[in-house]
């Protein structure tokens, strides 16, 4: 009988350790705890069937064990059991799935006011741009892609040049203002992951993806890489500060758009090519 | 009382092809190496399906150590890892799971359970065998070629599977990689025509679709699942080789790798996710139907009854089959494509968990007022049921397509796919074996040995699987060889990993005792007679144990009765053999 005394102990548990374990979801802050409401309904319901089921089972497997002369009940079928079941079990379905679907909907329709936030993946660092004072990312591509410009930001598009350009640093967002996070990759599939936002997406090279959310508390929070990148892939980090207004605005106010960028590397490039010219004539001249 | 039986009994129509001369062996050879006999194609595909999945179990140790105790092996750097996981799912899913269940047990059973000599065509059934041998021969190779097997994921996913940044990507690790399944999909094509041929046309005298045993129903529908979604990562991996060697842009846009532009361009990196899910999922019942039918048996044979709703039992698994072929893209819910794609995935998604349910219900109900056994195979089944309850219930988290987008890329789906796909299928198999040896062998397994094999698989993969999921929950990404320091996961799920690391140890040790025991009672175990377990299909009333080449006697069985009748009120025995024409009438449940 130990089976069955193992059985129960198996519920038993699996309860236990869902309620005393210190393991659960690190504290939200985005406005996603509709996605960790409809996973708490989840739990609810599975954990229920879970436990009816092996319970059931444990009882059948005791009350029914094998003794001297007992014989099985002979019953081949019988529909309106199984004909309850079935609608019982459509409409546990249907509980699950009909929050689920109108939370996606939510997730899918980013809000009017959101601001646009690029985030650029590469192996194996983070990158972002914001738009400048007009509000709008210039297009890009990878093909642009080079050491002077190494997110492949169109050069000829003027929308592009008051971009500003966070490479391989930390990106902060005001807290309570929507973001719509565009994500873009400049060689593999990446997966830009924080997980107090509950929201994810990967990034493919050559399209661009989002998803969008509201930030609701100001911290610093870590940015992984979900999606299998290389060999790199778990060193792939970056932070997200989510800031008061005033201290965005102070932030902000301290990086550089594109266009300065690409003046700072056109200035030094000359001052290097200078130097090497230099270098040259003195290597002729031994 | 309702028609469970179709067709009258006294009513056996004709089996549909007129039996043929097998091929008759003339050497050693012919007979036990080059052999066109299903039984021995079956015992070959099983000794080289667990023999690959022997080198999965060890890397599993070794991903586990990373896991349990990052930093202590310095052998296992994150190169090392990413290919030791790779090659770990990849041969699981591949090469030991649908093996073992098609090749294995369908080879095995299908001629002997549908009444038939053996498989309609055995030279191809023979060629199957040898060209899946030189498949994982190809598989083996890549461990040992320069820059070792490929470490893109058992996804493969492009760029990365054929970039420099991935371990064999650049090398000869992915291009062995595809060219093996290319090859083990070419072989399973021959082997698969072969169950599906047999199970329609072989069926003996009497053997309606409607009598057959859940087993041939849950192999049959894997199989047909399986010749359709096969093609799609066949094309996927000639696809992909293209790109690697030639040089072509199927999945490869422009992109630019460490600085430099490559030549690529155009290519869509997400229709390779489309192609390999669309195998994928499937692949997914392709392993569990076979488990499904038989573990229906299992459940049936000893807890003395009839299975509960067969019928119903039929038409889930045609339903199963058919529904998991519009359901791939909830593997992609934030991969990018179309946000729309998430409504129609998640409910189709769902609504497969009613079949499925009904199949869960059914074999509780069967246990419900049986006369229950606590054989090993029986113990074996209801632990398949806890744990394919489990992971079925999880897959009801990741299938609802908002609560993936927390999930997804975590270990919660490590450790939902590894109940609901690996522990579960597998208990199966192990029941499955101690079930059928006596049948292959003549002799019954150790029971002994069978008691601790299956107290500590069964407790010890509840224990390494169940807390997965809470490490998932935490925000653990899956695919990382360490998780570092990080603010949001508190030390003790460290601790955690190493508690899950040493079940594994635990568990994988285990599995050796299964194997000593296989070979042990070859010599050692008790005399099995022809039917120890008194089952009613027909496997079970062969004249000879081991049945011989050609499976039946002169007369091939004719068959009376659907495979249930266990208990039935009047009979003299607890049971009556499908062929057993005696006291028919009253048997039927007319």
């Given at each position: ?105 939510r ?164 001052d ?15 | ?11 056996v ?131 040992f ?38 090859l ?48 799609a ?71 003395r ?15 199963i ?74 897959g ?9 987008v ?22 199966v ?16 397994l ?31 990404p ?25 079940a ?7 599995q ?9 009672s ?44 266990y ?24």
């Amino acid at each position: 009988m130990a089976i069955a005394l193992v059985l129960v102990l198996v519920v038993v548990g699996s309860i236990a350790f869902h309620v005393l374990s210190p393991w659960w979801w690190t504290p939200i802050a985005s406005n996603w705890s509709y996605i960790d409401h409809t996973l708490i309904i989840t739990f609810w319901i599975t954990g229920a069937v879970f436990a009816a089921v092996v319970l059931f089972m444990a009882y059948c497997v005791w009350r029914f064990r094998h003794r001297e002369g007992n014989k099985a009940h002979y019953e081949p079928v019988n529909k309106r059991l199984e004909g309850w079941l079935t609608v019982v079990t459509a409409i546990g379905v249907a509980a699950m799935l009909v929050p689920g679907l109108f939370v996606w909907h939510r997730f899918i329709t980013v809000p009017a006011d959101a601001t646009e936030v690029e985030v650029i993946a590469q192996q194996w660092q983070w990158n972002f741009r914001l738009p400048g004072t007009d509000g709008r990312l210039g297009t890009s591509d990878n093909r642009l892609v080079s050491f002077e410009n190494p997110l492949g930001i169109n050069p000829d598009d003027p929308n592009g040049q008051d971009d500003i350009v966070v490479e391989a640093a930390d990106l902060h967002l005001p807290v309570d203002k929507p973001v719509k996070m565009l994500l873009r990759s400049i060689d593999v599939l990446h997966d830009f992951y924080v997980p107090e936002f509950r929201a994810k997406m990967d990034m493919i090279p050559g399209s661009v993806t989002y998803f969008w959310l509201t930030p609701t508390r100001t911290g610093t929070f870590e940015v992984l890489c979900a999606e299998l990148c290389g060999t790199g892939h778990n060193f792939m980090r970056g932070f997200v500060m989510v800031d008061s207004e005033e201290d965005y605005a102070v932030w902000l106010g301290e990086q550089q758009t594109f266009a300065q960028l690409t003046e700072a590397l056109q200035t030094s490039r000359a001052d290097s090519d200078a130097l090497g010219t230099t270098t040259a004539q003195g290597d002729a001249e031994n | 009382m309702v028609d469970i039986t179709p067709g009258p009994v006294d009513a056996v129509p004709p089996a549909e092809v007129p039996e043929v001369e097998l091929y008759h062996p003339h050497s050693w050879w012919t007979k036990y190496v080059f052999s066109q006999d299903a039984k021995v194609i079956a015992i070959q595909y099983s000794g080289t399906a667990m023999a690959i999945g022997l080198v999965a179990l060890v890397l599993s140790w070794l991903m586990r150590l990373q896991l349990g105790f990052p930093g202590t092996f310095d052998f296992i750097t994150p190169e090392a890892y990413y290919q030791f996981i790779t090659m770990h799912g990849m041969i699981m899913v591949i090469y030991l799971l649908t093996a073992l269940f098609l090749g294995g047990f369908g080879n095995y059973l299908i001629p002997l359970m549908v009444g038939a000599r053996d498989m309609v065509f055995p030279y191809v059934n023979m060629l199957s065998y040898w060209i899946y041998l030189l498949a994982v021969l190809v598989l083996v190779a890549s461990f040992f070629a320069p820059g070792g097997p490929t470490g893109a994921g058992w996804t493969l996913y492009p760029p990365q599977a054929i970039l420099s940044g991935t371990p064999g990507g650049q090398d000869w690790g992915i291009i062995l990689m595809l060219v093996s399944l290319i090859l083990f999909i070419i072989g399973f094509t021959m082997g698969g025509l072969n169950y599906v041929v047999t199970v329609l046309q072989g069926r003996t005298r009497g053997m309606t679709l409607m009598r057959l045993p859940l087993t041939v129903w849950g192999i049959f529908t894997a199989t047909v699942m399986a010749l359709l979604a096969f093609p799609a990562l066949f094309v996927a991996c000639v696809m992909m080789l293209f790109d690697r060697v030639l040089g072509t842009s199927f999945f490869m846009p422009a992109l630019v790798e460490m600085g430099e532009q490559l030549s690529y361009g155009g290519g869509s990196p997400i229709l390779f996710q489309h192609l390999f899910w669309f195998f994928g999922h499937p692949e997914v019942y392709i392993v569990a139907l076979p488990a499904f039918g038989i573990v229906s048996d299992l459940i049936s044979t000893h807890a003395r009854k009839n299975i509960f709703g067969y019928r119903m039992m039929v038409w889930a698994i045609v339903a199963i089959g058919a529904l998991s072929f519009v359901v791939w893209a909830h593997h992609m819910y934030v991969s990018g494509m179309h946000p729309y794609f998430g409504f129609f995935f998640a409910t189709t998604t769902l609504i497969i968990a009613i079949p499925t349910a009904i199949k869960v219900y059914n074999w509780v109900l069967t246990l419900w007022r049986g006369d229950i056994h606590l054989t090993i195979p029986m113990l074996f089944a209801l632990a398949f049921i806890v744990t394919f309850v489990n992971g079925g219930l999880t897959g009801l988290f990741l299938g609802n397509v908002v609560v993936d987008v927390p999930l997804s890329d975590t270990m919660f789906v490590v450790a939902h796919f590894h109940m609901v796909m690996g522990v579960a299928p597998i208990l199966v198999i192990f029941g499955a074996i101690y079930h059928w040896y006596p049948k292959i062998t003549g002799r019954m397994l150790n029971e002994v040995m069978g008691q601790f094999h299956f107290w500590v698989t069964f407790v010890g993969a509840y224990a390494i699987f169940f807390p997965m999921h809470y490490v998932g929950l935490v925000g653990v990404p899956r695919r990382y060889p360490e998780i570092g320091d990080t603010a949001f996961i508190p030390d003790s799920v460290h601790d955690l990993n190493a508690f899950i690391t040493i079940a594994a140890l635990i568990v994988g040790f285990a599995q050796m005792v299964f194997l000593f025991n296989l070979f042990w009672s070859l010599k050692f175990g008790r005399e099995a007679g022809g039917n120890p377990w008194r089952a009613t299909t027909l496997e079970w009333q062969t004249s000879e144990t081991p049945p011989a080449h050609g499976n039946f006697g002169k007369e091939l069985p004719v068959v009376y009765r659907w495979a249930y009748d266990y208990n039935v009120p009047g009979a003299n025995e607890d049971f009556l053999a499908q062929n057993d024409p005696g006291a028919a009438k009253a048997a039927q449940p007319a």
